[in-house]
């Protein structure tokens, strides 16, 4: 119930196309659903999160969409460019609360995304 | 603002040696976590620190361990070092803003280490 579940393992996109990346998970008590952007030999660095209350954030050309009912989210990038090649992980978590014991961000496994020129 | 920073940014040891890696988190954040990442996989949940406290830690064996410490810096102490142990080493921070509430983590770049 604490997995993360992420598809596709890699993915390559033409420039200029839509990248879309899935998650799934089971644990209902999630809230904060946070995505990271890996590039080789860096620490990740949080691109976007969405929260359960909202179906769909968006920031500049990344956007998450939300399902609650499906227990699903996604990422999806428009205009996909060279640049944006790098390795996403999708998270999530509950709520951390004060004295927490065992609190813990839950990561999918990753995608590899490549952006072909 | 600076951000996290992790050192030594690289390190190399032989099988059975002892490593020591450092965290210094974001000004005012008081927890730190620790991610192992093997070449090419993903995050594996190591340890985590807060207010000088290990509060949670993953299924690794008890050869890793580390402590926080006053200022919250933090450091990885991994002991009698094995082949497969060569990773990435990732130090995470967040600001915890009390009662219940969402953890956003912020990452430094990493310690690669290397064990012959």
């Known amino acids: 119930q604490q997995q993360v579940k992420q598809s596709p393992q890699s993915l390559i996109v033409q420039k200029g196309g839509i990248s879309i990346i899935n998650c799934a998970y089971e644990n209902t008590a999630f809230d904060y659903f946070p995505w990271y952007q890996q590039f080789p030999g860096k620490g990740p660095a949080l691109l976007i999160a969405i929260r359960p209350d909202v179906s769909e954030k968006k920031e500049g050309r990344f956007t998450i969409s939300f399902n609650k009912s499906a227990k699903q989210f996604s990422l999806h990038i428009m205009d996909s460019q060279p640049g944006d090649s790098a390795t996403y992980f999708c998270?999530?978590?509950?709520?951390?609360?004060?004295?927490?014991?065992?609190?813990?961000?839950?990561w999918g496994a990753g995608t590899k995304l490549i952006i072909k020129p | 603002e600076a951000g996290v920073t992790q050192s030594p940014t690289h390190l190399i040891k032989t099988r059975g040696q002892q490593a020591t890696l450092r965290c210094s988190p974001i000004s005012g954040h008081t927890s730190v976590y620790w991610y192992q990442q093997a070449l090419g996989l993903g995050l594996q949940f190591l340890l985590w620190y807060d207010e000088g406290e290990e509060r949670n830690r993953g299924n690794f064996p008890p050869r890793f361990s580390g402590r926080q410490f006053p200022n919250y810096s933090s450091e990885l102490n991994v002991n009698a070092l094995e082949l497969e142990d060569s990773a990435l080493y990732l130090c995470a921070s967040s600001l915890f803003m009390g009662g219940s509430s969402t953890d956003t983590q912020y990452f430094g770049p990493g310690t690669r280490l290397t064990v012959l």
């Open positions: 998270a999530a978590s509950r709520r951390r609360n004060s004295g927490d014991s065992n609190y813990q961000l839950i």
